[in-house]
T-cell receptor, first 112, second 111 residues
Framework: EAQVTQNPRYLITVTGKKLTVTCSQNMNHEYMSWYRQDPGLGLRQIYYSMNVEVTDKGDVPEGYKVSRKEKRNFPLILESPSPNQTSLYFC???????????FGQGTRLTVV | GESVGLHLPTLSVQEGDNSIINCAYSNSASDYFIWYKQESGKGPQFIIDIRSNMDKRQGQRVTVLLNKTVKHLSLQIAATQPGDSAVYFCAENSGYSTLTFGKGTMLLVSP
């Protein structure tokens, strides 16, 4: 089954404790991206990757890092999480950045 | 946690009605548009797409209309069912290798 898998689904952490949210896709897609979704603000892109070892900032990259060492994986790293990063996060993949995006189930992160 | 549905425009319909959800897009150079459905607790799911060389496209119970003159996109759902209750987003590709998403509309279907 074609899918994008994120882990964990739910995470509560404390300010400043580094965390990683994993994302994996099995569709051999070139393009992967991370979004955060907040009430009233919709989906905002954090980072995207057009291919292995190629990553670029989206609209709201501050406080986040990503890496793309393999085509299938695109982890999101918060080196020092802060409460304003409490949000619902989605990973997505697609053939290119301008084609249908397939989304993971989401990770609800709470930073206290 | 707070639902992503809060603060969104809401369309309430009765089961069996036809629903029309609208979206205004920003970039006249956008050449590809997608409608997504997001159910509570899930990620957005693709419904239907349309390219700018078309003005209408039909799927199963859904139709997307594109009016490039006024930069407007609409999603029509025929014979709306309770299972259609969700948040619906439009997305546009404006040529910068990324999709830009609208904020969404919540559709509530009453039995």
């Amino acid at each position: 089954e074609a899918q994008v898998t994120q882990n964990p689904r739910y995470l509560i952490t404390v300010t400043g404790k580094k965390l990683t949210v994993t994302c994996s896709q099995n569709m051999n897609h070139e393009y992967m991206s991370w979004y955060r979704q907040d009430p009233g603000l919709g989906l905002r892109q954090i980072y995207y990757s057009m291919n292995v070892e190629v990553t670029d900032k989206g609209d709201v990259p501050e406080g986040y890092k990503v890496s793309r060492k393999e085509k299938r994986n695109f982890p999101l790293i918060l080196e020092s999480p802060s409460p304003n990063q409490t949000s619902l996060y989605f990973c997505a993949s697609s053939l290119t950045g301008s084609t249908e995006a397939f989304f993971g189930q989401g990770t609800r992160l709470t930073v206290v | 946690g707070e639902s992503v549905g809060l603060h969104l425009p809401t369309l309430s319909v009765q089961e069996g009605d036809n629903s029309i959800i609208n979206c205004a897009y920003s970039n006249s150079a956008s050449d590809y548009f997608i409608w997504y459905k997001q159910e509570s607790g899930k990620g957005p799911q693709f419904i239907i797409d349309i390219r700018s060389n078309m003005d209408k496209r039909q799927g199963q119970r859904v139709t997307v209309l594109l009016n490039k003159t006024v930069k407007h996109l609409s999603l029509q759902i025929a014979a709306t069912q309770p299972g259609d209750s969700a948040v619906y987003f439009c997305a546009e590709n404006s040529g910068y290798s990324t999709l830009t998403f609208g904020k969404g509309t919540m559709l509530l279907v009453s039995p």
